[in-house]
């Protein structure tokens, strides 16, 4: 079954996603399933590592984490965007030193970071471990590089870990 389909969950997420993107009908369903047997084949090219997931629980309590913030931070940004009078923005940027080294890990922090209104990664500094963070409303660099590392840099080590 792997020689023919090697990613098999892989497979079934790309042809979800395809068929709720497109809907279904007999030939969206045959090309999404052709596209999905493809998808696979050209991550099985590439070689990915195998991510082996620790702590259930952890992955559970990240994703409510980040759902929260990404709710709170949508606010927060229409609120700005949307004010009635002008307002100064203190926007910028934050260099947040990070202990994780683990690539599946810093892309799924870029992820994070860059899925949530207000914040995008800019670099990564793979000499020193650091990462370069842009912040529409700053107020506190200290704040940031902790929630940076508490709410999301720890809970992926655990996970990973």
């Given at each position: 079954?792997?020689?023919?389909?090697?990613?098999?969950?892989?497979?079934?997420?790309?042809?979800?996603?395809?068929?709720?993107?497109?809907?279904?009908?007999?030939?969206?369903?045959?090309?999404?399933?052709?596209?999905?047997?493809?998808?696979?084949?050209?991550?099985?090219?590439?070689?990915?590592?195998?991510?082996?997931?620790?702590?259930?629980?952890?992955?559970?309590?990240?994703?409510?984490?980040?759902?929260?913030?990404?709710?709170?931070?949508?606010?927060?940004?229409?609120?700005?965007?949307?004010?009635?009078?002008?307002?100064?923005?203190?926007?910028?940027?934050?260099?947040?030193?990070?202990e994780?080294?683990?690539?599946?890990?810093?892309?799924?922090?870029?992820?994070?970071?860059?899925?949530?209104?207000?914040?995008?990664?800019?670099?990564?500094?793979?000499?020193?471990?650091?990462?370069?963070?842009?912040?529409?409303?700053?107020?506190?660099?200290?704040e940031?590089?902790?929630?940076?590392?508490?709410?999301?840099?720890?809970?992926?080590?655990?996970?990973?870990?």
């Open positions: 079954m792997r020689r023919f389909l090697p990613y098999p969950l892989a497979a079934l997420a790309l042809l979800l996603t395809w068929l709720l993107l497109t809907g279904l009908s007999p030939a969206t369903l045959l090309l999404g399933v052709v596209l999905a047997w493809l998808g696979t084949w050209l991550l099985r090219v590439m070689d990915p590592p195998r991510l082996r997931l620790r702590r259930f629980r952890v992955v559970l309590d990240l994703m409510w984490v980040v759902a929260a913030e990404i709710a709170r931070s949508n606010f927060a940004v229409a609120r700005i965007v949307l004010a009635p009078r002008p307002r100064t923005l203190s926007s910028g940027f934050v260099r947040i030193p990070l994780m080294r683990d690539p599946i890990g810093l892309a799924a922090l870029a992820c994070i970071i860059t899925a949530t209104p207000g914040t995008v990664w800019v670099e990564y500094d793979s000499a020193d471990g650091t990462m370069l963070l842009h912040v529409l409303d700053l107020i506190d660099e200290t940031w590089a902790g929630i940076i590392k508490n709410r999301y840099e720890r809970r992926l080590m655990e996970v990973l870990a």
